[in-house]
């Protein structure tokens, strides 16, 4: 229950790098704003980090949703996509995405498959 | 004191040490309890992998029976109509029964094709080191491996759900990055302004395309 936002209903969801998302960042479906990231924490015993959503309660979503972090044009803000899913399962409010795509380490990446041979 | 905290330092940091020993000397080829996932998806990739090793397929015309011979070891610990149904997501739906089922027969095909050809011509005798397993819901969990390359390990999870008592590979996750979720985005695009049975032929050209 949140005393202060009952147009909303609280997820949540567990990436492995969610490096650059902040609490307030957009979520959205189709490109459409459809909630917020209320939270972020470390997860001690998945060795993840716990991400605390707020989705509008009009949109309602199935388990296999999947969500991927994405960042606005090539330098800009952090923000959260989801896929719909296909399954009828939906989730409830409180509920976990398990489907997640973590963010994508640019830097890391150049680093490991560019100079990485020695 | 001080020679007592160092001494405590020391203790200590021995004992930290001794599990990594013991994983060190039997855990990495022993298939322990509690790896059930593990060891369900292990045995295709392990016996996929002595294919791509076998010198016998080494000539250049044997390329498509070792794709083949792979296919048909590794493809076994997929479902494969779960990774279509999650692919097309709620486009399933709009496929008849008979679509559906063509659908999963076309699609895993073109998995197959496109991927292992792939890892034929980039294997350089790299191996897989599994890397342990974690239930992320009821019945769905996630085996991480790891590829053993020269200029680095390549990270693999094998996203994994309990179907009638087995579990069976529904998602690749390579460095983070979902297989299901490429496709997912790809045929919301097409189908929003296709109809079924022109993306069962799409891949279907894919396949006569790379064969």
Redesign the interface.
Known sequence: MDLFDSNTYPLQA?F??VSGLKPGARIEMSGVKIGSVEAISYDTE?YAALVQLRINNKISL???V?A?IRTAGLIGEKYIKL?????DVQLKPGG?I??T??A?DIEE?IS??MF??? | MKTHFANRFRKSISILFLPLLIIAAFGINTPARGQEMTNAIRKALDEGLKVLQDPQYAGADQKVAQRKAMWSIVGGAFDFEDVSKMALAKNWRLFSAAEQKQFVAVFSELLGQTYIEKIQAEYNSETIAYAGEEMVAEKRGVVKTAIQRSNGPIPVDYKVRKRDNQWKIYDVMVEGVSLVKNYRTQFQKFLFNHKPAELIDTLKAKIEEGA
């Open positions: 567990r492995q790098s998945r199935s388990e296999d999947i991927s896929e719909a899913g296909g399954s976990t398990v489907e795509e973590s994508l990446l490991k498959y990485g041979k020695v």
